[in-house]
Nanobody, 120 residues
Framework: QVQLVESGGGLVQGGGSLRLSCAAS????????MGWFRQAPGKEREFVAA?????VYADSVKGRFTISRDNAKNTVYLQMNSLKPEDTAVYYC????????????????WGQGTQVTVSS
């Protein structure tokens, strides 16, 4: 069983930065694929970034967001720079032993989400 707890969300002006964290419980964290997804009101949950031994990004965030992991701390991060109002959403951390995939269905474990709001 894996539990995920996100933190670091908040309100930021357009062009600003935020760093999200996701702390994971459970064993063998370094073997897990860790993903970040987001869901805006009225929209489907969409892929943002994922990492296992390499990282992958959605085109919409490539060059602005960076995913990283600290296996000693069982934590994955999402550094978000040059934020835009369209990045406003609830951001979710997810984990699975396969991947890293881009489809939410590929992930077994989910955090509760953290709100990111970018003002114009």
């Amino acid at each position: 069983q894996v539990q995920l707890v996100e933190s670091g969300g908040g309100l930021v002006q357009g062009g600003g930065s935020l760093r999200l964290s996701c702390a994971a419980s459970g064993r063998a964290f370094s073997s897990w694929s860790m993903g970040w997804f987001r869901q805006a009101p009225g929209k489907e949950r969409e892929f943002v970034a994922a990492v296992r031994w390499s990282s992958v990004y959605a085109d919409s965030v490539k060059g602005r967001f960076t995913i990283s992991r600290d296996n000693a701390k069982n934590t994955v991060y999402l550094q978000m720079n040059s934020l835009k109002p369209e990045d406003t959403a609830v951001y979710y951390c997810a984990a699975d032993l396969t991947g890293p995939g881009r489809n939410p269905r590929e992930y077994t474990y989910w955090g509760q989400g953290t709100q990111v709001t970018v003002s114009s």
